[in-house]
């Protein structure tokens, strides 16, 4: 080989060296370029599900705080919920704070000492929400006897208290009152029931009592207590120990129990004071929750499956009383047959007892 080939060999050679490092770089910065894009995609779809997450819980808010202009009836009831009934074990449970989860009295007073919560006092037969008579936390704790210190940056426009935990009378608080709201959106074409308020019922034993008294402790409007119950997950039965659920799914499924002790009505009264007698209080009790449930399914009209159902019904009961028909009137012609011969015996007796005089007078006209 001379000199010549051996140029153009080295010359081709840094050539291809030249066009493979080219490549090769191309490459690397085709897949650096498709793996930030990848990243940004990722981070992208990421955010977009973040704001659609809080876009929804915004709206499911809203939903919540919808105006009564929207409505086209509503019914307002009172409910009290029993603690010891297994449906409301996941307000009660668990007693103390077990690896950042707490019942909802510990929820509700930590919000309060805090300020981050309104409370508003019990009137006795009526709920007032306004300024006027918004609870004082101070007073509500010296009320009760529940233990306090100021907390760090109190001042008397913000009010801020520390309350240790074994303070808080959470095993004391064995019901709340609510206050429900059964309403008709003529929006969405669709009944809802909605929670309006809150009252945790404190249950406490005098020194010498034998049965606990009530002590109903203040107000709480749900839509002040929601967004902080939103990610609150808790259990709600035996079967599934995963918390999966929160307090807002709780309530907004209707998850809990609780029997009906007033509804709104002009003169203020409950129940109890419209029907002293226990029976009649129980069949108006449940006459509500019927008329109720109800509701939604009597203002519309049957779709056509439902009337068609509704005739083949009507038609089979029909059906089955002409069936019925022809029977009874055979069991009847038997009845009239069985009695005619009876008459046509008494009608030969009669005549055999008629023959008998007859015979007599032609036996004497034949002696004459």
Not at 6 to 27: C, E, M
Not at 72 to 88: F, G, H, I, Q
Request: net charge positive.
């Amino acid at each position: 080989m001379n000199m010549t080939s051996k140029h153009i060999y080295r010359t081709a050679f840094a050539a291809a060296v030249i066009i493979l490092g080219s490549a090769t770089d191309a490459f690397a910065q085709k897949s650096s370029s498709s793996a930030v894009t990848r990243r940004s995609d990722r981070s992208a779809q990421t955010s977009r599900t973040s704001v659609s997450d809080r876009a929804r819980q915004r709206m499911e808010i809203k939903s919540a705080d919808a105006t009564d202009a929207d409505l086209a009836w509503m019914k307002v009831v009172y409910r009290s919920l029993n603690l010891e009934d297994p449906a409301n074990a996941a307000l009660y449970y668990p007693e103390q704070n077990v690896d950042g989860q707490e019942n909802l009295f510990r929820i509700m007073m930590r919000l309060l000492a805090a300020d981050q919560l309104a409370a508003y006092e019990y009137l006795d037969g009526r709920e007032v929400f306004s300024d006027e008579y918004r609870l004082k936390v101070r007073d509500m704790l010296d009320r009760f006897h529940i233990y306090y210190t100021e907390g760090k940056g109190y001042s008397e426009k913000h009010p801020v208290f520390a309350i240790d935990d074994s303070d808080v009378p959470a095993t004391e608080v064995l019901g709340y009152y609510m206050v429900e709201r059964w309403e008709f959106d003529r929006t969405e074409g669709r009944m809802r029931t909605r929670v309006e308020a809150l009252c945790p019922v404190l249950h406490r034993t005098e020194e010498f009592g034998h049965e606990a008294v009530k002590y109903p402790m203040f107000w709480v409007r749900y839509a002040d207590l929601r967004p902080h119950l939103i990610g609150q997950l808790i259990f709600t039965d035996d079967d599934n120990n995963l918390p999966q659920s929160t307090y807002d799914d709780y309530f907004n499924l209707g998850l809990y129990k609780g029997e009906i002790y007033k509804t709104r009505n002009l003169r203020n009264k409950s129940m109890a004071q419209l029907y002293p007698d226990a029976d009649d209080l129980k069949h108006a009790q449940d006459s509500i929750e019927n008329r109720l449930k109800s509701f939604d399914k009597n203002i519309w009209v049957p779709s056509l499956e439902e009337l068609e159902k509704r005739n083949k019904a009507i038609a089979e009961a029909s059906d089955s009383t002409a069936v019925d028909t022809p029977k009874s009137k055979k069991r009847d012609s038997g009845r009239v047959s069985s009695r005619r011969p009876s008459k046509r015996v008494k009608a030969k007796k009669s005549s055999s007892v008629r023959s008998t005089p007859a015979a007599t007078r032609s036996v004497r006209n034949r002696k004459k």
